[in-house]
């Protein structure tokens, strides 16, 4: 793909992700989408894109994006998948394939993640495996997408026996993060990224937290977004820069995934979306944390202020503890018969420990 590395973007708001083989930009920065199009030419000489966006999203942003990029001459087809985690699947990505291959694209051409993290998540692994490689770039919709899950180079699609089974670690050219599409998020969907955030201060920025817990309402929050939004990204660069393959300090960013990501499966994806689980998995194994004396007292009661706050659940009910262990069994952390999984020492402050999965029904 003729991409000029790194681009011109040298605002205040830009965080340059360095790994070894690649820098990409992300670029965050309020009424982006209104300028994405000489953006995207930026970074991009060649002719013809893909995007690939969801049922939600295309009727806000698509057809704009579309007409931006046909502004710039590129040559543009939109493919839309429906909305949620179950187009994370085998049969959407062969579509998509498919789709892909139809427009005759080439390792020379550009796709576009237009979307959350689910079809970041798609798109990403659909461009790491056409042809073997095609360029892409991340424009994130939702705040889990952009504070998580559109930065560090994870892609992958679900299975039947879990979440992110089939996966690479494949990087975009450029993540480009437009706060002010937050606005026309359901606050449900606020609220799930919000998951993503409290999980960023509890493991490494006690100021966060707190900043998030003194906050009056979503309005001051949305008020102060791009700031939170930076801070988020800027902790995850320094973690992937260190760790790009998840075999150490990245594990970190993993807190409450292990039991979260055994909720969203235990009720097919339909009951809790992934901030929630993942709010229930940061209580629950903080809770049984502290009661080991792991964890500094007050810890889950902090957890549990701030999850109510943003409207997070932190407890469940009837729960097959087996159900979950067999889900717990089949997680990429696992390793023979021992788990990583992410503690607390104090809100701010994470470590992994290394234990036996027979113990893992300690810790739900």
Known sequence: MQVQKGGNLTAMSDIMIKLSHKTYPIHIEKGLMDSIGKEIKKIYSGKKIAVVTDSNVNSFYGQKLEEALKEENYNVKTFVVEAGEKSKSINVLLKLYD?????????????????????????????????????????????????????????????????????????????????????????????????EVIKYGAIKDRALFDTLLSFNDDEEL????????????????????KDEKDKGDRMMLNFGHTIGHAIEKYFNYERYTHGEAVAIGMYKITEKSEAMGITEKGTADLLKKILIKYSLPFEIEALDKCK?????????????DRINIILLNKLGEA??????????????
């Open 324 to 336: 979950v262990l067999e889900t717990i069994s089949m997680d990429k952390k696992n390793d023979r």
């Open 351 to 364: 470590f992994i420990k290394n234990i036996d999965s027979k113990l893992m029904e300690n810790y739900i």
């Open 222 to 241: 949305l008020n102060n977004i791009d700031e939170i939004i930076y801070k988020c990204c800027n902790i995850k660069k320094e973690v992937v820069e």
């Open 99 to 195: 789709d892909l291959l139809g427009f005759e694209m080439t390792r020379g051409d550009l796709i576009i993640a237009l979307g959350g993290g689910v079809v970041g998540d798609l798109t990403g692994f659909a461009a790491a495996t056409t042809l073997r490689g095609i360029p892409f770039v991340q424009i994130p919709t939702s705040l889990l997408a952009q504070i998580d899950s559109s930065i560090g180079g994870k892609v992958a699609v679900d299975l039947p026996r879990g979440k992110n089974l089939i996966g690479n670690f494949y990087h975009p050219e450029a993540v480009f993060i437009d706060p002010n599409v937050l606005k026309t998020l359901d606050k449900k969907f606020l609220h799930d990224g919000m998951g």
